[in-house]
């Protein structure tokens, strides 16, 4: 009879915070089309406007081409700027016939929704119902988290990502078996192939979980760690045998990062108003032919950013500092508002707005780290994102949007510490109520004898 009531009281729970968790992705969902349908006329163009027109011609039966030199010169340059993930997910809305940036935007949409979810479920499984209920409400209202779905960003993927991979380590971390250590390997494997930075993670998270389990002899966690890595390679294996069977030289994940380095090292992002930022011009005077092959190119401007730096070591600590301190909001703050207004068309206040709940939740994450650490709860992981977004702004260059993955982790620790003022407040309003019914009732009088 006991154990019945258990399993009714746990269902019901259950179903609460389902029922909750769909509440803030609904309005996760709303808020996002919303943001849409204030601005419906919003034309692709940037790393928006390639990644829709890699789906568009990818679904035409033209394959990973570039659409830029498509559009312009009518040749077909095999193309891997960028990772494939969101390039794959774009092509779901187009091959379903609707065929608009539009509609692209309005799918981007969904995807940040399911990121919410998907938050809110990584949040529970770290710290409680509650904290992942309150990690879902912040994803859904947040905007430095929902202005990527509007603009089809290849950030709109990036919560999701984030939060599926803490969902599995979390999971691995309290049962180290070989079940979870699949399902973690998985999870970091398909985030590589959304954002390649992503990828450093299978060394910063999983293979210490693995060789620090708890109640496992040494080769156990040997073996553990290698089935990890070894599903994380095989899930992101057909794509590097695609990409190495059709260029002139070795590609990997994509080849971007020449463009990128060539883009952030040069005298206008070494001094100045850019400094710590990219530049187009700089991006263009490396010399290289954009109808070559992608690789050629990548391999030719990443020689010449390294000849750059060499030439400018003196002025490489400092220009890291304003990379690491403009991409996280100390350095320049204002200007960076501008850039992502100018560059790439963010509103104006959205991004003042975002800016401030930031601040405000950089300073709850820190309550949240601590209130981890009283309960024996692991922050490492955590932290971990965090160092691997700032080890990827000191390589290439400090911008709001390269925060995104650091922003997941930063609600998740901000909503452990306002979980924590919650449920003091509610005992402290507790003992109000019971010694206000105490002071109610009426007092015995006392016969002194």
Excluded at 82 to 91: A, E, G, K, N, T
Excluded at 111 to 119: E, R
């Amino acid at each position: 009879m006991v154990a019945s009531r258990h399993m009714r009281r746990a269902v019901r729970i259950r179903h609460q915070f389902g029922f909750w968790l769909a509440f803030w992705t609904v309005v996760g969902l709303v808020i996002r089309v919303a943001s849409v349908l204030g601005r419906p006329h919003r034309r692709a163009a940037g790393d928006p406007g390639y990644f829709y027109g890699v789906a568009k011609l990818f679904v035409n039966g033209h394959g990973f081409i570039n659409p830029i030199i498509m559009a312009g010169s009518h040749k077909a340059v095999q193309t891997a700027s960028f990772p494939p993930l969101w390039i794959f997910l774009l092509v779901i809305p187009t091959a379903l016939g609707f065929h608009s940036f539009f509609a692209a935007r309005i799918f981007s949409c969904i995807v940040g929704a399911a990121g919410v979810a998907m938050s809110g479920v990584a949040g529970r499984e770290i710290a409680g119902r509650r904290v992942g209920l309150i990690v879902a409400c912040l994803m859904a209202v947040y905007p430095n988290v929902w202005d990527n779905a509007e603009i089809v960003a290849m950030e709109t993927l990036t919560p999701l990502l984030v939060a599926l991979v803490l969902y599995t380590t979390y999971r691995f971390w309290r049962e180290p078996s070989m079940r979870n250590a699949v399902y973690a390997g998985l999870a970091l494997g398909v985030a590589a192939l959304g954002r390649d930075e992503l990828v450093v993670l299978v060394g910063l998270i999983f293979i210490p979980l693995a060789l620090l389990a708890r109640g496992l002899v040494r080769r156990r966690r040997l073996l553990l760690a290698a089935v990890g890595v070894g599903v994380s390679l095989l899930t992101v294996m057909p794509w590097v045998t695609f990409n190495l069977t059709r260029f002139d030289k070795p590609v990997f994940i994509s080849t971007g990062l020449g463009t990128t380095l060539a883009s952030a090292n040069c005298d206008l992002t070494y001094h100045g108003w850019f400094e710590g930022f990219w530049s187009y011009r700089c991006q263009n005077a490396t010399g290289k032919n954009p109808l070559a092959d992608e690789a050629f190119n990548d391999a030719h401007d990443r020689s010449y950013a390294l000849r750059y730096i060499t030439t400018h070591k003196r002025r490489l600590a400092v220009v890291m500092v304003a990379r690491v301190g403009r991409g996280f909001g100390f350095y320049r703050p204002r200007q960076q508002i501008i850039f992502d207004w100018f560059i790439e068309t963010r509103p104006w206040w959205w991004a003042f707005a975002g800016l401030y709940m930031y601040y405000g939740l950089l300073v709850l994450s820190v309550g949240g780290l601590i209130v981890l650490r009283r309960r024996r709860t692991i922050v490492f992981p955590l932290l971990m994102v965090g160092v691997d977004v700032v080890l990827s702004m000191i390589v290439t260059f400090g911008q709001t949007r390269y925060r995104a993955p650091f922003e997941s982790c930063l609600v998740i620790l901000a909503a452990v510490q306002l979980d924590w003022m919650w449920g003091k407040l509610g005992r402290r309003f507790r003992r109000a109520e019971v010694t206000g019914e105490s002071a109610e009732q009426p007092r015995t009088p006392q016969l002194v004898p």
